[in-house]
């Protein structure tokens, strides 16, 4: 019997971990908030050396969703009173709804398997990039 994928078991793991704290504050904990997009996502892949940095300082497009980001939008609507359930969920219909999560849950596999990609490569044992040179006095 084989062992599942390490991203598989990340996850899994990731998602038991924040099922088991018990306030948002402690979910906050980590960096990453209820308002997460492709570019959180990036931002903390790009910290922990997982991806480099892309020549526009945007997640690469494996990475990201425009479902991502409507979920997100909509959360914020919704956690800042400016919009009700009823009011957001009157426009949607169970198909888009299904198109989101599996547009949604697809990124987050991408994201996982690239997290996967860096461990079995151990690249965290790489060298970190020098530091830019500070620019020389005029």
């Known amino acids: 019997m084989s062992a599942a994928p390490l991203h598989k078991s990340l996850f899994s793991y990731w998602i038991s971990d924040w099922q088991g704290r018990a306030s948002a504050k402690d979910k906050r904990g980590d960096g990453i908030s209820g308002s997460v997009d492709g570019l959180v996502f990036y931002e903390q892949l790009k910290k922990f ?43 949607l219909s169970v198909e888009s709804l299904e198109a989101d999560s599996s547009s949604v849950f697809d990124t987050l596999r991408k994201i996982a398997a690239e997290v996967d990609n860096y461990l079995r490569n151990q690249r965290y044992l790489a060298q970190p990039p020098a530091p830019a040179a500070a620019p020389a006095a005029a």
């Open 49 to 91: 050396g997982v991806v480099d940095p892309t020549p526009d300082d945007r997640p690469p497009s494996h990475l990201t969703s425009p479902a991502l980001q409507a979920v997100k939008t909509k959360r914020n609507l919704l956690a800042h009173g400016e919009k009700s359930f009823t009011d957001l969920g009157r426009d």
